[in-house]
């Protein structure tokens, strides 16, 4: 059975300051987002247990932690993509067409993202995603690590709003560290997400 793994940062701890310093980046990666990964294989252990001793009183449990561990792998592996030290400015050709298009401008596309990860309930994460029934771009709001899975969205931008993800840093003020992350954003990578996600090869 395969196992989840911490993928290695395409980049270094210190590649990101002054947005993030190095020290917040090798705790949330080398310690949460690793914990995240221990969290969804040994959950898996445990299922495969269960299923074993033919004994499901505690299933609920574990589908909760499964999930729960799982999207923070997920997500987390995504967020490291999307930043990159070279990163920022805005996207073109057609993601730009099509944040212009859904959004009205990238603009307003940029201050409700923002809004919606600064303003996300206790610990989550704000998303662009793309949605495939009405073949358009959104924007989310994700609690915790769960993932809206009833909307059937693919996350092609993650901006995380735990506070392992800033706090040492920006203390509580959230809208600071989420206006950074904007000089961070990897566009090239969120475009192949873009692409891929719309069935463009």
Do not use: C
């Not at 989550?124 to 609690?143: D, F, I, M, N």
């Amino acid at each position: 059975m395969g196992q989840y793994a911490l993928p290695d940062l395409p980049y270094d701890y210190a590649a990101l300051e002054p947005a993030i310093t190095g020290e917040i980046l090798e705790l949330h990666h080398a310690k949460h987002h690793a914990a995240y990964v221990k969290g969804a294989n040994d959950t898996l252990d445990r299922l495969a247990e269960a299923r074993d001793k033919g004994d499901f009183s505690g299933l609920v449990g574990l589908e909760k932690t499964y999930a729960f561990n799982l999207s923070g792998h997920v997500l987390h592996t995504i967020f490291w993509q999307n930043l990159s030290p070279d990163g920022g400015d805005r996207p073109d050709g057609a993601l730009r067409d099509a944040i212009d298009e859904h959004f009205g401008s990238f603009e307003a596309f940029q201050k409700q993202l923002t809004t919606a990860t600064s303003t996300v309930q206790g610990s989550g994460w704000g998303v662009l995603a793309w949605e495939p029934l009405s073949r358009r771009l959104v924007v989310e709001q994700v609690y915790d690590h769960h993932g809206n899975v009833g909307m059937n969205t693919t996350p092609l931008l993650v901006f995380d709003a735990w506070e392992h993800a800033y706090y040492l840093q920006y203390r509580n003020v959230r809208p600071d560290y989420v206006e950074k992350l904007w000089s961070l954003v990897n566009w090239t990578d969120v475009t192949s997400r873009f692409e891929a996600a719309r069935g463009v090869a």
